[in-house]
């Protein structure tokens, strides 16, 4: 046997919830190492920029920077992962309404890399129903998201709304100029 195990954690990460920190360390127990991979496509219109969900994604996994290390990518994810010469991928899955896509993603990247193995994880059940998409929702209509992200996180999403309404009403209240 040799070689440390290496696996992807790709995605937006817009922002980092307690529930992708769940499937990270979840993995850290079955691998031996964890990159978390950043997308950097921008047609999701991310609310944080790139180097936002880096850093808020470093200062939240700094506790397992043993294992797990924080990277932006763009391209095709199985060419990525071929260059870094990871094993596997890790998509978390949340409920049946996330498998199907999930399940067609893996197939593809298996078309594309045969060797490239897809793992799924499922998070603890108070986290099942959490996503990036909603934190925002929430945050974003005054309501508080204590416990589903990190204190860190948590902060800079009120900067983050808060300068965005400033500069909404800068722009004299017109949301889509
Ligand atoms: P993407 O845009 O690639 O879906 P996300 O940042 O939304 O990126 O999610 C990255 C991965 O984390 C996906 O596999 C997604 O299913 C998973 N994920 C997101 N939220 C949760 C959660 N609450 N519990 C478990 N897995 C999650």
Redesign the pocket.
């Known amino acids: 046997m040799s070689g440390a195990l290496l696996v992807l954690y790709?995605?937006?990460?817009?922002p980092v919830?307690n529930?992708?920190l769940?499937?990270i360390q979840r993995a850290c127990r079955l691998f031996d190492r964890v990159l978390v991979a950043v997308?950097t496509q921008v047609d999701?219109r991310p609310l944080f920029s790139l180097e936002e969900r880096l850093e808020m994604l470093r200062e939240v996994t700094a506790p397992l920077r043993r294992q797990v290390e924080v990277e932006a990518f763009d391209g095709l994810l199985v060419h990525y992962a071929v260059n870094r010469g990871a094993k596997a991928v890790i998509?978390?899955?949340?409920a049946v309404t996330?498998f199907d896509y999930?399940f067609q993603m893996s197939l593809m990247n298996r078309r594309l890399c045969e060797e490239l193995e897809t793992v799924f994880l499922v998070?603890a059940e108070a986290?099942?129903y959490?996503?990036?998409s909603l934190v925002k929702e929430v945050a974003g209509l005054g309501g508080s998201v204590t416990g589903l992200v990190p204190s860190q996180v948590e902060r800079k999403l009120e900067e983050k709304l808060a300068s965005e309404r400033d500069r909404r009403k800068q722009s004299g209240g017109c949301r889509d100029g």
């Open positions: 790709p995605g937006s990460f817009d919830t529930g992708h769940d499937i997308s999701k998509r978390g899955i949340r996330d999930e998070p986290y099942t959490l996503s990036s």
